[in-house]
């Protein structure tokens, strides 16, 4: 009745060809049932909008916009925490926009802290931008390459303290320099 253009099938021809067509497709089109297909980012940002409020984690390959409420981690490539927004929970991505409340760590090779931004937890970054207004309560952490650490030593309570590296020439330079002479206050 609605199927335009198609043939109908009468109960005869269903019936006989039905298990054959079936147990053919999958092995035609290459997808096994049961076994999720790999999935390529869309294009268009997932949306959680305000009136929206999610308790779980969210995993996502592309790009996500949050402008409701979300409690739990959440992961993708790039994310924008809008204005309004709350996120309770790490937030781990490529690229990081953050305008809204966001309640713990946060890791991004890119984080973009504008005016309205309110950052209660640690920052790990590549790059890191804070407008003016931005409230950060945590510490801000760059991830450096490899080759470009500090050395660490351990303090006596076992806790490990960066250490400056000094290229050759300035250690040699400050070892070889006078001691400077003491003061009339001393």
């Given amino acids: 009745m609605f199927l335009k253009g198609k043939k109908q099938q009468t109960p005869a021809s269903s019936s006989s060809g039905k298990g054959a067509a079936a147990s053919a497709a999958p092995a035609a089109s290459g997808v096994q049932p049961g076994v999720p297909a790999k ?13 929206l409020r999610i308790e779980g984690n969210l995993h996502s390959i592309g790009d996500v916009q949050i402008d409701g409420v979300v409690n739990g981690d959440i992961s993708s490539k790039t994310l924008t925490v809008g204005e309004g927004a709350e996120v309770h929970g790490a937030i781990e991505a490529e690229s990081l926009r953050i305008c809204g409340t966001v309640e713990g760590e946060v890791a991004a090779k890119t984080v973009v802290l504008t005016k309205t931004a ?11 931008s804070v407008e003016a207004g931005a409230l950060i309560h945590g510490f801000c952490k760059r991830l450096d390459a490899p080759q470009k650490r500090t050395a660490q030593t351990t303090t006596a309570n076992g806790l490990a303290e960066p250490k400056p590296l000094t290229a050759p020439a300035e250690a040699a330079t400050s070892a070889s320099a006078p001691a400077p002479a003491p003061s009339a206050a001393e």
Avoid: N, T
């Fill in 39 to 51: 999935k390529q980012p869309s294009g268009v940002p997932s949306i959680v909008s305000a009136d």
């Fill in 118 to 128: 309110r950052v209660y937890g640690d920052v790990i970054h590549e790059s890191l």
